[in-house]
């Protein structure tokens, strides 16, 4: 939930006891004069939301992190089965693979000639993960990989049910 800005101040209803409305009268007053209960209220919904966000994306973070330091390792069909449904669709501007065995084959390749991956950001939600990546490209195969991509993971249950890639070219 965004927080009030100087064009949109939050409306806050204060009961007025001052006016010929008698007890029961309300009036809106800009957000000078919130009550303190109230910013406190405001704040903690909008910090609540804000701190769930953060939890999400870094536990995303940490789990993205985690596979791709164990695929670095063991670039093998069953270092995916975690994060990935094993029917995965994955796509990129060129070509199309369908499972965990046909996607890992692909990535081993190029773990194998020394192309390693580097997390740069990342934005979650309930079932969409983005990451941007950095790949370094060994000195042996300089041009592998392009140099900076975005994976985004459409998710099922948990598990990357599709892929699609993007790649920066500069």
Known sequence: MPGPTALHPVPVIRRDRGDNRGAGGYRSKSSASCTPRLVEALVAIDDGSHRDQTRLEKSRLDEWKAFYQLLHQTPEARTYRGL???????????????????????????????????????????????????????????????????????????????LDIAYHVS
């Open 84 to 162: 990935y449904h094993p029917d995965v669709m994955v796509r990129d501007d060129a070509a199309r693979w369908r499972g965990i065995h046909a996607w890992s084959a692909e990535e081993r390749e190029a773990i194998n000639l020394g192309v390693r991956a580097t997390i740069t950001g990342l934005v979650a939600g309930p079932d969409l993960t983005v990451l941007e990546i950095d790949f370094q490209n060994p000195p042996s195969a300089p041009g592998h990989c392009p140099s900076s991509t975005t994976f985004v993971h459409h998710l099922h249950q948990g598990q990357t049910a599709r």
